[in-house]
């Protein structure tokens, strides 16, 4: 309960701190610590920095004093870890004997949004109040606010505080994304199918028949084996197996518009407010059948994003830098004249509310 006082981090067994300590004999022969953003910019500069986004989200930063957990009573040398960096600004100029290898001038190297979803959804230029989910292989769902929450009811229902540009806060919560659909594909093409995510989608829209499935359940985070996975989840769930390569698809994405609609309505029990928006970035933005399934079971509009939205919140804070911008409005609106945005209405169609209420038994394990 304290940790998460500090950090406003959800519970993840893979966060940096938990690996730390199961390799904590590591760390008497460890001179620094760099998360991988930093280790680049190290080969690149000689300077040796942690990007604040990404070191938000590693359970070690205290959101409130904007500075490192107390490291050594939890058994980490404070030694290891360098300096703190900011977007916008430098780590240094590029080593001068690269810059003569590349034959390039000794430019700066300057710290974006490091952590990809941070850059991301900086790149959203809507200026309303929405929810976002940065969709890839995990979907990252959530709200920009001023301030962190680490209320009892956001930590039990292990939503997290990671920090954005500006120090704005990335209320969210992670759920399994495309990695379900993307590993059947693999199993796919593996059988000599080689269909596309278009065609995949094209079968979806067909379907007959989707069970419902907990994107989060374990049984899906290793890989291999996804679709006979599906089915054991639907069979130990006392639902029909979904057969063909468009009821298993229209599972996947059926299931993960229900689930955005769970996290969603927890958010806001949390928050206290209403969203009427969602705006998807990223790779997944550009899936219609998913982003109208999002769109109808969540019962909001939906607009699409960047698809590369990492790569333009990171061209946003260097333009920012080197004043290639005068202000974030200006970026913004670059941003919005080079995308083609596109609405998804609500269109209910069936008894969502029901169906909702079925998906809900079946993922708490009260068939």
Known sequence: ARLYQE??????????????????????????????????????T???????????????????????????????????????????????????????????????????????????????PDEDDYIYISSGTWSLCGVLLDKPVTTLHAREENYTNE????????????VMGLWIINQCLEEWHHQRNNISYAQIASCAEKAEYAGFIDPDAPLFESPGAMVGRIKEYCRNTGQREPQTIGEIALTIYQSLAYKYRFVFETLEMILGRNYKKIVIVSGGSNISL???????????????????????????????????????????????????????????????????????????GVI
């Open 7 to 44: 950090t406003g981090i959800q519970y993840l067994h893979f966060n940096t701190l938990y690996q730390l300590k199961k390799d904590a004999s590591l760390l008497k022969k460890t001179d620094k610590i760099l998360l991988m953003p930093d280790l680049i910019a190290y080969y690149l």
């Open 46 to 124: 000689g300077t040796m920095r942690m990007e604040l986004t990404n070191l938000s989200t590693t359970n070690l930063y205290n959101l409130h004093t904007r500075s490192m957990i107390d490291l050594e009573n939890i058994g980490i040398p404070k030694r290891v870890f360098p300096d703190m960096i900011y977007p916008e600004e430098a780590y240094g100029l590029i080593k001068k004997d690269l810059a003569s290898e590349l034959s390039i001038p000794r430019v700066p190297v300057i710290a974006v949004c490091t952590h990809d979803t941070a850059s991301a959804v900086f790149s959203i």
């Open 163 to 174: 920090i954005g540009y500006g120090h704005q806060t990335r209320f969210l919560k992670n």
């Open 290 to 364: 998913l982003n109208q399934l999002t769109a109808s079971v969540c019962a909001k509009t939906v607009s699409t994003g960047a698809q590369e939205a990492t790569i333009l919140g990171n061209a946003l804070v260097l333009m920012k830098a080197t004043k290639t911008i005068k202000t974030l409005a200006e970026g913004r609106d670059l941003i919005r004249k080079s995308i083609s945005e596109k609405i998804y209405l609500s269109e209910d169609k069936m008894n969502l509310d029901a169906e909702y209420r079925r998906f809900c038994r079946i993922i708490k």
